[in-house]
């Protein structure tokens, strides 16, 4: 999958490693502001109990 998605990119191969990592920033930056946040309200993980 990620070949192919390499392979679309276009231009040469500086090009195409410099588009790839700004692609995986974006991607990084959206999980980390939207995607993580919302998955912390969903999921209440610091409400355990022992009984």
């Given at each position: 999958m990620?070949?192919?998605?390499?392979?679309?990119l276009?231009?040469?191969l500086w090009l195409r490693i410099?588009?790839?990592a700004v692609i995986l920033a974006g991607v990084l930056f959206l999980l980390?502001?939207?995607?993580?946040p919302w998955l912390?309200?969903?999921t209440n993980l610091t409400d355990a109990t022992v009984g």
């Open positions: 990620y070949l192919w998605l390499f392979r679309q276009p231009g040469p410099l588009l790839s980390a502001d939207v995607v993580f912390a309200d969903v």
